[in-house]
C-alpha cells in the first residue's frame, strides 16, 4: 500500500517554465488536495476536489491549475512559474470530506524557481 | 473562510517538562482540529484529533483539549522526550471541506 505518492521529488524551474506536480492515492480516497508550505506560514490550501470531475479554489489558487480526471490523480501544474512559487508542496487525500477523516499527506516536492 | 491563530511560535522545555500550544479558530461551524507532527524535511503526521463533540481526548502523553465556547483548544505532551523536537501544526476544517493550518510551533526538547 502505498498510500500517497508525489513526483518529483525536487525540481528547479526557470522563471516563465510550466510543469506538473503529480499525485496519486491507491486508497480509494474521494477527497484530494494540494498544500504549499513556506518558512512562518505553516500549510495553505491551493486547491482541492471533493471527487472525480470536481475541483475547487483554496486560499491560494493563483498562477495553479488542477484537474481530477480520476479518483486516484490529482496534478497541479504550474502555468509560468514564478520565483514567488518556490516552495514545498504537499498533496493529500482522506477517505472523504475532512471532518472525522484523517487526512494523508505525500512525502512532497520540493520546487526552487530561479 | 476559518482563521486559525497559533502560539507560541517557537518553544523549549528540559526533558521531562510539559509542553503546551494553543490555538484559536474563527468559525463557530468548525468541528473537527487534528493535530500534525512534522521532522525536519518529512511529511506532517497526524498526532491526535477532536472532534467539536468532546472536550478532551488523551492519548499516552498526548492530550487536546477544546473550549467551543471559546473557541480555542491546545496541545499537551507530558513528560517530554527529545524525540518530541519538531514542528506541530494545529488545524480546523470550518464549515467545509477545507483544512486551515495554523502557523506552527518550534518545539524543542533540551537535555
Known amino acids: 500500500n502505498a498510500g500517497v505518492t508525489q513526483t518529483p521529488k525536487f525540481q528547479v524551474l526557470k522563471t516563465g517554465q510550466s510543469m506538473t506536480l503529480q499525485c496519486a492515492q491507491d486508497m480509494n480516497h474521494e477527497y484530494m488536495s494540494w498544500y504549499r508550505q513556506d518558512p512562518g506560514m505553516g500549510l495553505r490550501l491551493i486547491h482541492y476536489s471533493v471527487g472525480a470531475g470536481i475541483t475547487d479554489q483554496g486560499e491560494v489558487p493563483n498562477g495553479y491549475n488542477v484537474s481530477r480526471s480520476t479518483t486516484e490523480d490529482f496534478p497541479l501544474r504550474l502555468l509560468s512559474a514564478a520565483p514567488s512559487q518556490t516552495s514545498v508542496y504537499f498533496c493529500?487525500?482522506?477517505?472523504?470530506?475532512?471532518?472525522?477523516?484523517?487526512?494523508?499527506f505525500g512525502e512532497g516536492s520540493w520546487l526552487t524557481v530561479v | 473562510g476559518e482563521n486559525v491563530e497559533q502560539h507560541p511560535s517557537t518553544l523549549s522545555v528540559q526533558e521531562g517538562d510539559s509542553a503546551v500550544i494553543k490555538c484559536t479558530y474563527s468559525?463557530?461551524?468548525?468541528?473537527?482540529f487534528p493535530w500534525y507532527k512534522q521532522e525536519l524535511g518529512k511529511r506532517p503526521q497526524l498526532i491526535i484529533d477532536?472532534?467539536?463533540?468532546?472536550g478532551e481526548k488523551k492519548d499516552q502523553r498526548i492530550a487536546v483539549t477544546l473550549n467551543k465556547t471559546a473557541k480555542h483548544f491546545s496541545l499537551h505532551i507530558t513528560e517530554t522526550q527529545p524525540e518530541d523536537s519538531a514542528v506541530y501544526f494545529c488545524a480546523g476544517t470550518g464549515g467545509g471541506n477545507k483544512l486551515t493550518f495554523g502557523t506552527g510551533t518550534q518545539l524543542k526538547v533540551e537535555l
Open positions: 477532536i472532534r467539536s463533540n468532546v
Open positions: 493529500a487525500s482522506s477517505r472523504t470530506t475532512l471532518s472525522g477523516n484523517t487526512i494523508y
Open positions: 468559525d463557530s461551524a468548525s468541528n473537527y
